[in-house]
Each structure stands twice: as C-alpha cells, then as structure tokens.
C-alpha cells in the first residue's frame, strides 16, 4: 500500500509511520497542517525548517496545510486529495482509542477518496510509549499542561514517563497533557539536530522553542 502520514511530528506520528513501514507499505508524503498566523504546525507549534528537515531524513516530501480553524478539515482535505494524486491509497493517523478523531479521520479520508489507516488503534497506551522508547525513538517533551512544566524540555525516557504518570498524567499524554517532537528513530536516516529556545507561556500550558541547530 502507498500512503501518505497525517505527521504531527510526534511520538505517536512516528511511530504510526514506523509500524506502517515495518508493515512493508510505501510513503508517499507526510501532510501537517499549520497555523498561518504564527507560522508553525497547529498543536504542537513545529517551525517550519524543524518540519523539512525531518521529512528529508525520513526520505519523503512534506505537503504544508495553513488552515485557519474553521476551514481546517476542508484545508486537510485537499492536500488529502493533493496526496492522492501522487500515488497515495490511504493515509495513516496516530490516534490511539478516542472514538471522535477516528469517525473525523475517517470523515476527511472518504471525502478526498482514500482509505483511512490507524495502525495504533486500540493499543495500549501504556505500551505505546513503551514501544516508542524501546524502539529508539528521541521525543523531547516540548508541551506541557503547567502542572507537569517541570518535564518541559525532557527527553522522553522511560523515567519521565514514570513522573508524568506519578503527577497523575496520562503516560502517554493522550488528554493533551503533554506534546513532543521526535528528534530521531529507527525511520529516520539521521537525528535532528535541535537546540531547546525560550520556554512560552500559553496560558493553561507551557511550550519550549525547539530550534535547528
């Protein structure tokens, strides 16, 4: 199967993309979508030189879609359609188990034509950031609720986990306690090499400035 990767630059993107890629299946894209009025991907506020720079060392183009909230799932939908005519079949989404992500994926994928694919559905979430840890994959945790600020900037290991599930976190963030950006792994032909910027405050969260460097 030839799919493009609805890429958020996270953990669960990636590993989606991995499994899909052990699975034998061919990339054609990664799609994110990005919010126009800072320049940078929605949710988890990636730059736009971080983005390419990952999509060079996973070896595929990278289709950027500025969206304003209201016409996001229109926006998406073409670079779904967009993803089509270069080859693709499906696209692949992260999610895990929450039941409105899976009907609103499935919603734009049927409407731009393609089949909708989530290789971690109803996994354990629990033993998919294990999995992601154990598979060598480099998350730094680059969003947090305030509650866990002091997380802010971690690599990802199998330590932090324990103290975000401590503080009564989901361990793998899933109610939007925590965001990363995947620096490397076992798809990527190299690591990233980031620097860690100014930390942000955005109110109820905090966010680091994750920099090429």
């Keep these: 199967m030839r799919f493009a990767a609805s890429y958020s630059f996270g953990k669960d993107s990636a590993l ?4 899909m890629l052990g699975a034998g299946h061919t990339p054609v894209c990664l799609i994110t979508t ?3 009025e800072v320049g ?8 736009p030189e971080l983005m390419e720079a990952v999509a060079a060392r996973l070896g595929v183009p990278l289709l950027c879609c ?42 734009r994928c049927a409407n731009a034509g393609l089949e909708c694919v989530l290789p ?23 969003c947090v609720q305030n509650a866990y600020r002091p997380l802010l ?44 910027g100014e930390v942000l405050d955005l109110g109820t969260h905090s966010a680091v400035d994750i920099q090429l460097a």
Aim: hydrophobic content about 40%.
């Design 16 to 19: 989606a993309f991995w499994r």
């Design 34 to 36: 990005v919010n126009p």
């Design 40 to 47: 940078r991907s929605w949710f988890h506020g990636v730059s």
């Design 66 to 107: 500025p969206c304003e909230g209201e016409h996001y799932h229109t926006a998406l939908e073409e670079n779904l359609a967009e993803a089509k005519t270069m080859g693709a079949e499906a696209c692949v989404f992260g999610d895990i188990d929450i039941e409105g992500h899976l009907e609103w994926n499935r919603e």
């Design 120 to 142: 971690l559905w109803q996994a354990d979430r629990r033993a998919v950031v294990d999995e992601i840890i154990a598979a060598g994959f480099t998350p730094v945790v680059k």
């Design 153 to 196: 900037g971690q690599p990802l290991t199998a330590e932090v986990v324990a103290e975000f599930a401590r503080l009564g976190a989901d361990p793998c963030g899933e109610n939007g306690e925590y965001h990363t950006f995947v620096t490397g792994g076992p798809s990527f032909s190299a690591p990233v090499p980031v620097r860690l």
